[in-house]
């Protein structure tokens, strides 16, 4: 079966400081990967998505970046926080090919980022 | 590019209730639109995934409906119970992406 593992769970972290998040997915070749951010109180906004190494898609312009170095792994980085990246990160995969897939989305258990 | 509303943004309801939560999305080529529940400080659980072809999916007391030519999917609740408690997301998709709407927060009292 397929897993999906995220971490840190929890972070707080100072403004200034660089950040680094961390998803793995277990059970499948060539995944979907997907970054998505919640503030408090508002709907899940997509940052990136990837359909292979090296390929990114970037949703929204700012100060976070993310790779995937390997086939399964997706790292959500900053290089120096801001108090607005305060927020909860999800990381999802679906399977490649929707036009043998139904493109069903399942997700991390997610990363409570606190930016001070 | 692609706007989810869900309406309501809250709902509270006596146990025992049937109830309907509305999504509403605005580009209507999708390839498929996924409901999911978010308990508090959780990640998403996926409750049911309609495909762009179908019309509506049943799991349980569950059953979630499609219509893509006026943009709306509904989420049906039979008899709810209080641990039907937690925010209810609608997700749209489209090429590789998927859109969520904002969510609707339900509370069910016992």
């Known amino acids: 079966s397929q897993t999906i593992h995220q971490w840190p769970a929890t972070l707080v972290q100072p403004v200034g400081s660089p950040l680094s998040l961390e998803c793995t997915v277990e059970?499948?070749?060539?995944?979907?990967l997907y970054w998505y951010r919640q503030a408090a109180g508002r709907g899940l906004q997509l940052l990136f998505y990837?359909?292979?190494?090296?390929?990114i898609s970037s949703e929204v312009p700012q100060n976070l970046s993310a790779s995937r170095p390997q086939d399964r792994q997706f790292i959500l980085s900053s290089k120096k926080l801001l108090l607005s990246d305060s927020g909860f990160y999800l990381c999802?995969?679906?399977?490649?090919?929707?036009?043998?897939?139904?493109?069903?989305?399942?997700f991390g258990e997610g990363s409570r980022l606190t930016v001070l | 590019k692609q706007e989810v509303t869900q309406i309501p943004a809250a709902l509270s309801v006596p146990e025992g209730e049937n109830l309907v939560l509305n999504c509403s999305f605005t580009?209507?080529?999708?390839?498929?639109l996924q409901w999911f529940r978010q308990d508090p400080g959780k990640g998403l659980t996926s409750l049911l995934l309609?495909?762009?072809?179908?019309r509506e999916q049943t799991s349980g007391r569950l059953n979630a409906s499609l219509d893509k030519s006026s943009g709306r999917s509904t989420l049906y609740i039979a008899a709810s119970q209080p641990g039907d408690s937690a925010t209810y997301l609608c997700?749209?998709?489209?090429?590789?992406?998927?859109?969520f709407g904002a969510g609707t927060r339900l509370t069910v009292k016992p």
């Open positions: 999802a995969w679906a399977y490649p090919d929707r036009g043998t897939n139904t493109g069903e989305l399942f």
């Open positions: 059970g499948t070749s060539n995944p979907n």
């Open positions: 990837s359909v292979g190494i090296g390929q």
């Open positions: 580009d209507s080529a999708i390839y498929n």
């Open positions: 309609i495909q762009s072809s179908q």
């Open positions: 997700a749209v998709g489209n090429n590789n992406d998927m859109r």
